[in-house]
């Protein structure tokens, strides 16, 4: 059974860090892709950026490039959204999404492409 669980948000002042992670299982993150997705209250939900298994290839939304950045341990079968400078418009309920099996070298921040979708982690950034 394909499974994703993010963890690791939480309450973080503007200009700080915070690290997600999305445990995979069911899979081995050989051909996957995983996609980081968030929602804020009142939006809609918007792509934040991926990660192919097959090529580590990663792409990030415009809006946070520069700040986050995406990661992969494949002995732990987890991938990681490291965020940095956060702003209060990252507040948001962050999603880990797999697409599996995926045998591309590239990734899409489509939501529609992705088969299997975490609880979603809520991050808020406030002083």
């Known amino acids: 059974q394909v499974q994703v669980v993010e963890s690791g948000g939480g309450l973080v002042q503007p200009g700080g860090s915070l690290r997600l992670s999305c445990a995979a299982s069911g899979f081995t993150l050989d051909y996957y892709a995983i996609g980081w997705f968030r929602q804020a209250p009142g939006k809609l939900r918007e792509g934040v950026g991926c990660i192919s298994g097959r090529s580590g290839f990663v792409h990030y939304a415009a809006s946070v490039k520069g700040r986050f950045t995406i990661s992969r341990d494949n002995a732990k079968n987890t991938v990681y959204l490291q965020m940095n400078s956060l702003k209060p418009e990252d507040t948001a309920v962050y999603y880990c999404?797999?697409?599996?099996?995926?045998?591309?070298?590239?990734?899409?921040?489509?939501?529609?492409?992705?088969?299997?979708w975490g609880q979603g982690t809520s991050v808020t950034v406030s002083s």
């Open positions: 999404a797999a697409r599996y099996p995926w045998y591309g070298n590239d990734c899409s921040d489509d939501d529609y492409e992705y088969d299997y």
